[in-house]
């Protein structure tokens, strides 16, 4: 199998050989160890002011972003949520759901957000911002550093989903001022399904520390408490914790952070470079490294994944709704090579060339 899917990605032989091995009971002072090791190395990676913490919890990218809005907003909040696809609807729902009033911005499938979105929503009693720093669903990437400035200019609490770009595309919490980071294990952290991660600098910790939490699940304070001592309140991922832990250490010995945004933006660039060949055009005028996503007007992009998926093994990601013929997206995330990229874009030639 060769997946080029936005998650689950693939694996390296380091992670995938802890998978295969009994998981261990994790009430134990071993197990705390990684656990410390990790929110160390997590909060070194996002960039975290001093003061910050890191939380593991135990469920997709999306109980990490519904977490996120249950503990450190409250119905007090004027929130602004930028939504320009799956994801940024995912944040609108969240919001309404949990009584926080929101004034989103709605953006075109794969187009940027601007200064010009952004400048009539100073001043307008607005206290949180919420962005997708990629909106995975289009690949856009958005610019986190003109976004940092409106929120510092506005004294607005940033929340940022960067579940498909940490490791992937430059981020500093403390450099662009931003308040939760959150991601998620089965993107560019290449390791199975289970586990999400929530940084939170020390203005967002202290409005977890004054909420009332309504939900036992996913109660910030608790985790954070037990996180102390490097525990979580619950059973968690433990396997995948420690297939963390090893992905942590070895990105680190690598050479951090930058090292592997510079490959990831290396395996990007080659990808696009070699399928610039095939009748596909980029789908948004600012991709971020983790995705390529590409709009096709001859073959439709569903077709596309089928028959790669089915004649050649090779899995890209389809669209859903209104993007289901039109585009297609290739993900860069996970234990790929540039030798990877030629096998697909091969493929693709084989394919078309076939009719
Ligand atoms: C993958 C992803 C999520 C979370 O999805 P889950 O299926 O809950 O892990 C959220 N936001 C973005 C931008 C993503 O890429």
């Known amino acids: 199998m060769l997946n080029f899917t936005v998650g689950p990605v693939m694996s390296d032989d380091a992670v995938l050989a802890i998978g295969s091995q009994q998981v261990p009971y994790f009430r134990t002072p071993e197990f705390s160890e990684v656990m410390l090791e990790n929110e160390r190395l997590m909060l070194r990676f996002a960039g975290a002011p001093a003061g910050s913490r890191a939380c593991f919890m135990t469920g997709s990218g999306t109980a990490s972003m519904e977490a996120s809005v249950m503990n450190v907003l409250s119905p007090q909040d004027k929130a602004i949520v930028v939504n320009g696809g799956s994801f940024g609807e995912r944040f609108v729902q969240l919001l309404q759901l949990h009584g926080i009033p929101c004034h989103e911005i709605k953006l075109d499938y794969g187009q940027p957000l601007t200064e010009g979105h952004l400048s009539g929503l100073a001043g307008k009693g607005f206290t949180a911002f919420l962005v997708n720093m990629g909106e995975t669903s289009t690949g856009v990437l958005y610019d986190m550093p003109m976004i940092g400035r409106f929120c510092r200019d506005n004294g607005l609490l940033l929340v940022v989903d960067a579940i498909s770009t940490f490791l992937c595309d430059a981020f500093d919490?403390?450099?662009?001022?931003?308040?939760?980071?959150?991601?998620?294990?089965?993107?560019?952290?290449?390791?199975?399904?289970?586990?999400?991660?929530?940084?939170?600098?020390?203005?967002?910790?202290?409005?977890?520390?004054?909420?009332?939490?309504?939900?036992?699940?996913?109660?910030?304070?608790?985790?954070?408490?037990?996180?102390?001592?490097?525990?979580?309140?619950?059973?968690p991922a433990v396997g995948t914790l420690l297939q963390i832990n090893r992905r942590l250490h070895d990105i680190d010995a690598a050479g951090g952070v930058?090292?592997?945004?510079?490959?990831?933006?290396?395996?990007?660039?080659?990808?696009?470079?070699?399928?610039?060949?095939?009748?596909?055009?980029?789908?948004?005028?600012?991709?971020?490294?983790?995705?390529?996503?590409?709009?096709?007007?001859?073959?439709?992009?569903?077709?596309?994944?089928?028959?790669?998926?089915?004649?050649?093994?090779?899995?890209?990601c389809p669209n859903g709704g209104e993007l289901r013929d039109r585009v297609f997206r290739v993900g860069h995330m996970g234990a790929l090579t540039p030798a990877d990229n030629t096998t697909l874009v091969d493929a693709m030639l084989d394919m078309l060339g076939r009719g």
């Not at 036992?216 to 525990?231: C, F, P, S, T, V």
Request: with cysteine; glycine share 6%; aromatic share 8%.
């Open 258 to 316: 930058e090292s592997e945004v510079a490959r990831m933006s290396m395996l990007a660039r080659d990808f696009r470079q070699k399928v610039s060949v095939l009748p596909f055009t980029l789908f948004s005028p600012s991709p971020q490294n983790g995705v390529t996503a590409l709009l096709t007007t001859k073959v439709p992009a569903y077709d596309i994944f089928t028959t790669l998926k089915d004649k050649y093994g090779i899995w890209i």
């Open 173 to 235: 919490m403390k450099a662009l001022g931003a308040d939760v980071m959150i991601t998620g294990s089965q993107k560019a952290l290449a390791c199975p399904p289970g586990i999400s991660v929530i940084v939170l600098s020390p203005r967002a910790l202290q409005r977890v520390e004054s909420h009332q939490s309504v939900s036992m699940y996913l109660d910030l304070k608790l985790a954070l408490k037990n996180g102390e001592r490097g525990q979580t309140p619950f059973t």
